[in-house]
């Protein structure tokens, strides 16, 4: 069993900064891609970024330039800094982890979601 606890989110205004964790605990045996995704009202989940556990990134256009993804391999946990935040980056954020665990090889693990409002 593997939980992803997030922490983090809130209202900020347009222009300002906040910074996501997800901290991933359990019967862990290694963490592949760890990443974070979101999902605005009316809207499918979109991934926003993802890193491996080498530290290649990949982002969504949309957001490029603005936040950064990082981990810390040793806590098992993710970070999203985001600057610059906007109106449309209001959305309920997820984060997930691919986890090998005893007898279950890449299974794709979900935090509860964190909400993050951008007031313009």
């Known amino acids: 069993q593997v939980q992803l606890v997030e922490s983090g989110g809130g209202l900020v205004q347009a222009g300002g900064s906040l910074r996501l964790s997800c901290a991933a605990s359990?019967?862990?045996?290694?963490?592949?891609?760890m990443g974070w995704y979101r999902q605005a009202p009316g809207k499918q989940r979109e991934l926003v970024a993802v890193i491996s556990s080498g530290g290649s990134t990949k982002y969504a256009d949309s957001v490029k330039g603005r936040f950064t993804i990082s981990r810390d391999n040793a806590k098992n946990t993710v970070y999203l800094q985001m600057n610059s935040l906007q109106p449309e980056d209001t959305a309920v954020y997820y984060c997930?982890?691919?986890?090998?665990?005893?007898?279950?090889?890449?299974?794709?693990?979900w935090g509860q979601g964190t909400q993050v409002t951008v007031s313009s």
């Open positions: 997930y982890a691919r986890v090998d665990v005893p007898k279950i090889p890449r299974y794709d693990y």
């Open positions: 359990g019967s862990i045996l290694s963490i592949n891609d």
